[in-house]
T-cell receptor, first 118, second 113 residues
Framework: DTAVSQTPKYLVTQMGNDKSIKCEQN?????MYWYKQDSKKFLKIMFS???????INETVPNRFSPKSPDKAHLNLHINSLELGDSAVYFC?????????????????FGNGTRLTVT | GQQLNQSPQSMFIQEGEDVSMNCTSS?????WLWYKQDPGEGPVLLIA?????ELTSNGRLTAQFGITRKDSFLNISASIPSDVGIYFC?????????????FGQGTILTVHP
């Protein structure tokens, strides 16, 4: 199936641990994102990568380190987890249109990883 | 930074009723999108709007891009139980924002059979 897939779907861990979330898209897109959804369902961008290059970093603590081995994958590693990191993390992808009157390409989202830090 | 105010925060309606929700922004957007999120899943695109004044339909859904480029609304006609979920507006400012979307706070829709 063509999709944005992320693993794991659920992640429960203790404070201070280090964990990773993986994301893969087979839509042929060149841009991938990490969004965080808090307990009030608010969605906020964390990072954006275009062709493996970091484009957007929205003042996220440096405990969060994204890594893009190729344009189809964007992983998120989190060091020294804190209680406030508990949230649902969504990976997304899109195809960037550059210049001219090309339309903005909407984001396609994965189904999320629910991270619970105890 | 850019902010989107989405209203209402929640709606409880009877099956068959029409629904309307809207978003307003403190700044101009070049693109407005409407997404729906079901429990345990990611947001799914419903409608994309690219021009001020544009009115676009997708089945029972209709959305409009406000002329000022600072607002958008979504209407759902003849609601059915599967319309239940969280609806989000989102805007993109264009330029070199590389797909950065600013989201509204969401509207939680409950439909009673």
């Amino acid at each position: 199936d063509t999709a944005v897939s992320q693993t794991p779907k659920y992640l429960v861990t203790q404070m201070g641990n280090d964990k990773s979330i993986k994301c893969e898209q087979n839509l042929g897109h060149d841009t991938m994102y990490w969004y965080k959804q808090d307990s009030k369902k608010f969605l906020k961008i964390m990072f954006s990568y275009n062709n493996k290059e970091l484009i957007i970093n929205e003042t996220v603590p440096n405990r969060f380190s994204p890594k893009s081995p190729d344009k189809a994958h964007l992983n998120l590693h989190i060091n020294s987890l804190e209680l406030g990191d508990s949230a649902v993390y969504f990976c997304a992808s899109s195809q960037t249109n550059r210049g001219g009157n090309l339309k903005f390409s909407p984001l396609h989202f994965g189904n999320g990883t629910r991270l619970t830090v105890t | 930074g850019q902010q989107l105010n989405q209203s209402p925060q929640s709606m409880f309606i009877q099956e068959g009723e029409d629904v309307s929700m809207n978003c307003t922004s403190s700044s101009i957007f070049n693109t407005w999108l409407w997404y729906k999120q079901d429990p345990g899943e990611g947001p799914v695109l419903l409608i994309a709007l690219y021009k001020a004044g544009e009115l676009t339909s997708n089945g029972r859904l209709t959305a409009q891009f406000g002329i000022t480029r600072k607002d958008s609304f979504l209407n759902i006609s003849a609601s059915i139980p599967s319309d239940v979920g969280i609806y989000f507006c989102a805007g993109n400012a264009g330029g070199t924002s590389y797909g950065k979307l600013t989201f509204g706070q969401g509207t939680i829709l409950t439909v009673h059979p």
